[in-house]
T-cell receptor
Framework: GESVGLHLPTLSVQEGDNSIINCAYS??????FIWYKQESGKGPQFIID?????DKRQGQRVTVLLNKTVKHLSLQIAATQPGDSAVYFC???????????FGSGTRLQVQP | GAVVSQHPSRVICKSGTSVKIECRSL??????MFWYRQFPKQSLMLMAT?????????EQGVEKDKFLINHASLTLSTLTVTSAHPEDSSFYIC??????????????FGPGTRLTVL
């Protein structure tokens, strides 16, 4: 079955620095990946997604990198701001199941 | 766009009672909605996939008779926790997939419902 895991439970960065959050997945059939941001007491908020036919995708201040060879996914946040403080989840799906499997989450703490 | 609402946002009930949670897609239609449960400081665990006009598909270990799901329209799914007990206390979150977008599995999430069973 699918399992998606994160390398670090908590990441603390200084305001203005870049943040990198990592995620590993095990199912080689996974072909779609999403990053979500969840603030305390709220539902997850879509950040960015990427399909398996791509290795990089950029959004506003965020970049997702996908390495299918080692089944690794990362989220890069440029110029991290206090408002970026939250728990970040990666999620993966495959076209067969079409349901998302979530990783365990990384808490990002931005120090002013 | 892609807004999902949930009602209520918070509910406290006595053990043994049933609680209904509504999930609505406000500006899009969703043939498929998902229900998740999240315990404190843990990830989201998929409970069931709700399909409009048909029976829900439950994940392994989730009791279908305890967590009743109804998806009567393209914009509304309901989760009823029957005979709730304190161990059912959790954060319940729904999500929906836009019917018009078939190229991705992007799910848009509601704000969640905090259930506390006394």
């Amino acid at each position: 079955g699918e399992s998606v895991g994160l390398h670090l439970p908590t990441l603390s960065v200084q305001e203005g620095d870049n943040s990198i959050i990592n995620c590993a997945y095990s199912n080689s059939a996974s072909d779609y990946f999403i990053w979500y941001k969840q603030e305390s007491g709220k539902g997850p908020q879509f950040i960015i997604d990427i399909r398996s036919n791509m290795d990089k995708r950029q959004g506003q201040r965020v970049t997702v990198l996908l390495n299918k060879t080692v089944k690794h996914l990362s989220l890069q946040i440029a110029a991290t701001q206090p408002g970026d403080s939250a728990v970040y989840f990666c999620a993966a799906s495959d076209t067969g199941r079409r349901a998302l499997t979530f990783g365990s989450g990384t808490r990002l703490q931005v120090q002013p | 766009g892609a807004v999902v609402s949930q009602h209520p946002s918070r509910v406290i009930c006595k053990s043994g009672t049933s609680v209904k949670i509504e999930c609505r897609s406000l500006d899009f239609q969703a043939t498929t909605m998902f229900w998740y449960r999240q315990f404190p400081k843990q990830s989201l665990m998929l409970m069931a996939t709700s399909n409009e006009g048909s029976k829900a598909t439950y994940e392994q270990g989730v009791e279908k008779d305890k967590f009743l799901i109804n998806h009567a329209s393209l914009t509304l799914s309901t989760l009823t926790v029957t005979s709730a007990h304190p161990e059912d206390s959790s954060f319940y979150i729904c999500s929906a997939r836009d019917l018009a977008v078939t190229s991705t599995d992007t799910q848009y999430f509601g704000p969640g419902t905090r259930l506390t069973v006394l």
